[in-house]
């Protein structure tokens, strides 16, 4: 179990409306992602942070935005969301020294936007 | 191309059966590979990761091929429980901190 929380695990929400996704973690990981899962892409990765108020886009980062003030805590916004943000969000942290650099997912959000 | 390719599935398999993924990747610079298991609405869980040599964990034998790039799951004696989606995962040498996810390949294991 490597310590990771997600909330709100589901929300519905209207086009337009500013939302905001939590990510926290007890073990004191340097590395943390917030990825998308939507059928027939797999995860992708949105946004990742390698340390406080360091962060970096992923392959999918338009229309998001992360923040991370504290090492435990890493936070992904979505500004004005669309219907096309409605998917699963899953936070991860990795651990280990490459190359045995591994990945571990929080339980997921849900999120729909109607 | 994408990073990683898996046959989507499903492999409608009954239980004590053999059965066998392959993953490729298009980045010869890949240096980490893993084995995710997910099942449905849950998040993804490390199953194995897949060294050089290859490795086995019970029932479940890894391999790498890197001259052809690719990965490969072995489940022998499939079990009802192992009725998931099995994604492959890479991880390249100049870039640890992204990680690339196949869609995955989705495994029935029928009575």
């Known amino acids: 179990d490597a310590g990771i929380t997600q909330s709100p695990r589901h929300k519905v929400t209207e086009t337009g409306t500013p939302v905001t996704l939590r990510c926290h973690q007890t073990?004191?990981?340097?590395?943390m992602y917030w990825y998308r899962q939507d059928p027939g892409h797999g995860l992708r990765l949105i946004h990742y942070?390698?340390?406080?108020?360091?962060?970096d886009k992923g392959e999918v980062s338009d229309g998001y935005s992360v923040s991370r003030s504290k090492t435990e805590d890493f936070l992904l916004t979505l500004e004005s969301a669309t219907s096309s943000q409605t998917s699963v969000y899953f936070c991860?942290?990795?651990?280990?020294?490459?190359?045995?650099?591994?990945?571990?997912f929080g339980p997921g959000t849900r999120l729909t936007v109607t | 191309r994408k990073e990683v390719e898996q046959d989507p599935g499903p492999f409608n398999v009954p239980e004590g059966a053999t059965v066998a993924f392959n993953c490729t990747y298009s980045?010869?610079?890949?240096?980490?590979f893993f084995w995710y298991r997910q099942d449905c609405r849950k998040e993804p869980k490390l199953l194995m990761s897949v060294y050089s040599s290859g490795n086995e964990d019970g029932r479940f034998t890894a391999q790498l091929n890197r001259a052809s790039q690719y990965i490969s799951l072995l489940i022998r004696d499939s079990k009802l429980s192992d009725s998931a989606t099995y994604l492959c995962?890479?991880?390249?040498?100049?870039?640890?901190?992204?990680?690339?996810f196949g869609s995955g390949t989705k495994l029935n294991v029928k009575p």
């Open positions: 991860a942290i990795s651990e280990g020294v490459p190359p045995s650099y591994e990945q571990y």
């Open positions: 995962v890479v991880n390249l040498l100049y870039n640890f901190n992204k990680f690339y």
């Open positions: 980045n010869s610079a890949s240096q980490s």
């Open positions: 942070s390698y340390g406080v108020k360091d962060t």
């Open positions: 073990e004191n990981h340097r590395y």
